[in-house]
């Protein structure tokens, strides 16, 4: 099971929907709509350079709308009838957009020609595209319930109710496609029901190992009622990962009407998210992202050059310092900045940096105040490792401490980490552990309260720290 591959195909045939959609288009305009402009009279046809333009800018528009709005996200768990309605809201959506910005000048004989242009050219995209989409979705759905592709899934649970589940989804007509590899015990004591149809392999404290080994994409939770309070612990260890993560619905759920699951002949599963904003709005936090931290980059160079110049005649060692950290999902990445400290400042063993700290150099004292030594930050972000609004990354040493007071930080894992974040805006630069838990608690707020808005904000005020020069 390919990913990058399914997601280049509907790249593809999405790309050559839109450009064939809009030649068709444009012989319409000219053939059908301009002759009207000028009485009838017979115009020459001919394929302009505009049109060439058209065939490569129109697709990359609506690739960009695509993934904006989130289409080529869990590219493999899709339904016919929801992309049907997708594609029908965005083809919408993108041909007015197109409209305004590309026809509204068209040489037109009547205002009814612009209601004319704009429904060829609805109906044109919108059915292009959805037939090549049908066509690869149908074969997807097709190799699921064959079973020639399938999710690595683990079962946490093991009594009747896990039992239970796994008989009903694994004779299933029309299976959902998840592929079984075993199951997480919870009561080490107890004997496992399940254990006779799927291999055991650990228990709660063994999850993450499991996870990696495994290759695990989905996870069940089917938990017997004695065994819910134990769901705030699983869910602490495990939501920070990028899989799918299911449930049972109880009784309680059922009546409160929190249930919500798209399955009619299949077991009814609720999906638990661990998805914190609209995948619009993650998409275009990405977006953001990459392009400020580009023109940050070109606005900077000039101050990286002159601020690279003082570091390297003030102290000795490299301009650039990198360090370990945890990012998303739990993965170290090494993070750049430039030198704020001497050489070896650390020798070897964890230290962080207080008001008054002698390693911190007359250069970096400046640095750590406007937040210019983040500079080099900017590629991290690019390269996808970080992100301008986040969390700030620690290292595993630091982190094991924290989670020994707060076990609820690993949920800071959901996100990339970020050059700035709510915490350091508040708090500035930790110089121990109590100071890090102070900065977690508006770190927890920006988890709960994430958006494109809050971003900004932070953003915002990160810039007047700077310019103020009263970070620390």
Known sequence: ????????NYLFFDFIAAALA???FFVYRKEIIEPQYFNGWDVPFELTPQFYFGLLIIPAFWITFYYIVGFYNNIYRRSRLLELGQTFFTSAVGVVVIFFAFLLDDWIGSYKNYYNLVFTLFGLHFSLTYIFRLILTTQTIHKIHHRQIGFNTLIIGSNEKAVKLYNEMTSQVWPAGNKFVGFIELDENSDSVLGEQLPMLGHLKDILNVLD???IEEVILALETSEHDKL????????????TIWGIPDLYDLLSGITKTNTIFGSPLIKISNGLMPGWQENMKRLLDVLFSVIAIILFFPVFIVLAFIIKTTSK???????ERIGRYGKPFYIYKLRSMVDGAENGSPALSSENDTRITPIGRFLRKTHLDEIPQFFNVITGSMSLVGPRPEREYYIKQIIKRAPHYTHLHKLRPG?????????????NIDEMLERLTYDMMYLKNISLYIDFKILIYTILVSIKGNGK
Do not use: F
């Open 1 to 8: 099971m390919n990913k990058s591959r399914q997601t280049a």
């Open 22 to 24: 809009w030649a068709a």
């Open 213 to 215: 080994k495994e290759q």
């Open 232 to 243: 705030s612990e699983i869910l602490t260890i495990i939501e920070n990962r990028q899989i």
């Open 317 to 323: 060692g490299p301009v650039i310092y990198k360090q």
């Open 419 to 431: 050059i700035t974040s709510w915490g350091q805006v508040k708090c500035g630069y930790a110089s």
